[in-house]
């Protein structure tokens, strides 16, 4: 049996609908028992978190695990918890770790890369078998953006001229599945990404072709984007990490394209263009009776 943690966010949402579609029924965990109702139809799951871990006997029902948490402080402390209590429960399943490409890069001082890297060192050392998944950066990340693409024709960020190969989450979770499902992945590490490495300027580009308008790229000065960052609420620790990740990013170190997705699902990575008119809402739309933008 798999379970699979994460499973009301990005990644996990798509890989239930995956697993369930391949006809294996997966396991979500959530952490309170209302979220059921926003898992795909007919999910089954348990109500447990990573630092509130299902019991022994809850864990010994699953080979597999799909091991996912938020890019946040306490990341390392929450997977090593969970991870812990698997093995104090005296079994040994088959562990698929969501990790970020440039963890496995010991020069990569991200601290989300590093984070990953942390929890991998304490895998390591459990013995238990397990697969990592590295994800570049997620097209979802664009949303983030689409208020100011919509209203301003603009598409801000601090990446330079720094290219990237943006996957989106489906193609994440695809891979996922595949892992979960088959054997023969123990012990590797797949670099998931999308089918080419796009700068911002090709991002507004593909924008802009997609949504007949014109979107601009703004290469933002770091302090500004810290600025703006910390201004929208965003935690501290959050706002440092997504500062390193796009001076990683300038430095050139996130263009790697590989072709995971295509070998583990059969099908092309998904390319921007499809990802984007799949959310034209998002960014052209305003939902009716919207305010205007400057209220
Ligand atoms: N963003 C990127 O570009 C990118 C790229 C590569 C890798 N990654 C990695 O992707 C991961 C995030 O994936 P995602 O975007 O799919 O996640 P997400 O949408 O942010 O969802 C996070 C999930 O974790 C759950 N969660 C939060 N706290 C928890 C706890 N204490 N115990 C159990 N579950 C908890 C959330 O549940 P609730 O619904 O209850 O909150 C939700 O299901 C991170 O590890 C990040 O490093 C991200």
Redesign the pocket.
Same mark, same amino acid.
């Given at each position: 049996m798999i379970l699979v943690? +994460?499973?009301?966010? @990005? #990644? +996990?949402f798509h890989l239930m609908e995956d697993l369930t579609d391949a006809g294996v029924q997966p396991t979500a965990? #959530? @952490?309170?028992d209302a979220?059921a109702g926003?898992l795909p139809t007919g999910s089954q799951h348990i109500v447990?978190? *990573?630092?509130?871990p299902p019991s022994a006997d809850e864990l010994r029902n699953f080979d597999r695990i799909f091991l *996912?948490?938020?890019?946040r402080e306490?990341?390392v402390e *929450?997977e090593i918890r969970?991870l812990d209590a698997v093995v104090a429960a005296g079994h040994r399943p088959h562990i698929v770790k *969501? =990790?970020?490409?440039g963890f496995q890069d010991l020069d990569c001082d991200v601290r989300?890369m590093r984070?990953?890297r942390q929890v991998a060192v304490h895998l390591e050392a459990t013995e238990l078998p397990v697969t990592y998944l590295? =994800?570049?950066?997620?097209m979802?990340?664009l949303l983030g953006a689409a208020d100011t693409i919509r209203d301003e024709g603009l598409l801000p960020a601090p990446a330079g001229d720094g290219r990237i190969g943006f #996957?989106a989450?489906s193609d #994440?979770a695809g891979v996922a599945a595949h892992v979960l499902t088959h054997d023969g992945h123990v012990d590797r590490t797949y670099v998931v990404t999308g089918p080419e490495a796009l700068s911002y300027a090709d991002v507004a580009g593909r924008i802009s072709a997609v949504f007949a308008r014109t979107v601009e790229y703004a290469d933002v000065p770091p302090y500004q984007a810290k600025a703006d960052l910390l201004a929208s609420g965003v935690d501290p620790w959050v706002v440092d990490g997504t500062l390193e990740l796009y001076e990683w990013v300038r430095n050139g170190a996130a263009d790697t394209v590989t072709d995971e997705v295509p070998k583990a699902t059969g099908e092309d990575a998904r390319p921007l263009h499809d990802w984007l008119g799949e959310l034209r809402g998002a960014f052209v739309g305003r939902p009716e009776n919207a305010p205007p933008p400057s209220l």
């Amino acid at each position: 049996m798999i379970l699979v943690t +994460g499973a009301t966010g @990005r #990644v +996990g949402f798509h890989l239930m609908e995956d697993l369930t579609d391949a006809g294996v029924q997966p396991t979500a965990m #959530v @952490r309170i028992d209302a979220q059921a109702g926003s898992l795909p139809t007919g999910s089954q799951h348990i109500v447990a978190t *990573l630092d509130d871990p299902p019991s022994a006997d809850e864990l010994r029902n699953f080979d597999r695990i799909f091991l *996912l948490s938020p890019s946040r402080e306490q990341q390392v402390e *929450l997977e090593i918890r969970f991870l812990d209590a698997v093995v104090a429960a005296g079994h040994r399943p088959h562990i698929v770790k *969501l =990790a970020a490409d440039g963890f496995q890069d010991l020069d990569c001082d991200v601290r989300f890369m590093r984070n990953h890297r942390q929890v991998a060192v304490h895998l390591e050392a459990t013995e238990l078998p397990v697969t990592y998944l590295a =994800a570049n950066m997620y097209m979802e990340n664009l949303l983030g953006a689409a208020d100011t693409i919509r209203d301003e024709g603009l598409l801000p960020a601090p990446a330079g001229d720094g290219r990237i190969g943006f #996957v989106a989450t489906s193609d #994440v979770a695809g891979v996922a599945a595949h892992v979960l499902t088959h054997d023969g992945h123990v012990d590797r590490t797949y670099v998931v990404t999308g089918p080419e490495a796009l700068s911002y300027a090709d991002v507004a580009g593909r924008i802009s072709a997609v949504f007949a308008r014109t979107v601009e790229y703004a290469d933002v000065p770091p302090y500004q984007a810290k600025a703006d960052l910390l201004a929208s609420g965003v935690d501290p620790w959050v706002v440092d990490g997504t500062l390193e990740l796009y001076e990683w990013v300038r430095n050139g170190a996130a263009d790697t394209v590989t072709d995971e997705v295509p070998k583990a699902t059969g099908e092309d990575a998904r390319p921007l263009h499809d990802w984007l008119g799949e959310l034209r809402g998002a960014f052209v739309g305003r939902p009716e009776n919207a305010p205007p933008p400057s209220l």
